[in-house]
């Protein structure tokens, strides 16, 4: 029987959570705080604040998960196993989703809000060549890191496929993939730092 770790180190009897997936799945929305009270914490630093640093981002990240969780509790089947994976798995994808989100948003707020009377495209002087070197920054970096992880990066956040395309392409199941993905954004930023 695989269980989860729990906020103090202790686990759940999985008697007490089939009791409160019940009481949550008849409609007892305030089942949930049993929930958060026994994995609220380990999910945070283990499964989301790796992957979002910025802690205002995964504190929100976690209501995020607890959220879903609510709204899908209906299809969780009961099993032999820990409802603590099931929430892992939904904090581990949101944090990726706001990270994607993040990436694509940072270039859009380091640019600034777009003068008056002027339009901000990259023919722009000055601006088509920091694309240029920005690009070529991000590439020198991809060259730098395992062949594996710069495809996965490509895959998921220049060409912008789903997780499962991703996984495809590689020949791993999505599993997989999240982490190898974790592990190539971690390589890309000590190389792209250096």
Known sequence: ??????????LAPLEEERAVIQRLQAGDRAAIGVLYGWYGDTLY????????PDRALAEDCLRDTFRTAIEKIASFQLVDRSIFFWLRRIAIHRAMDVH????????LEAAGPEP???????????????????RRAVEAALTRI???????????LLEDRTREDCASVLGVNVGTFDVLLHRACAAFRKVYAS
Do not use: C, K
């Open 100 to 107: 994607r989100l993040r990436a694509r948003e940072a270039p």
């Open 45 to 52: 630093r283990q499964a989301i604040l790796p992957r979002l």
């Open 1 to 10: 029987m695989e269980r989860g770790p729990r906020g103090h180190g202790d």
């Open 116 to 134: 008056r009377g002027e339009t901000a495209t990259p023919d722009r002087p000055g601006r088509q060549r920091e694309l240029e070197d920005a």
């Open 146 to 156: 395992h062949e594996r992880y710069a495809t996965a990066l490509r895959l998921r």
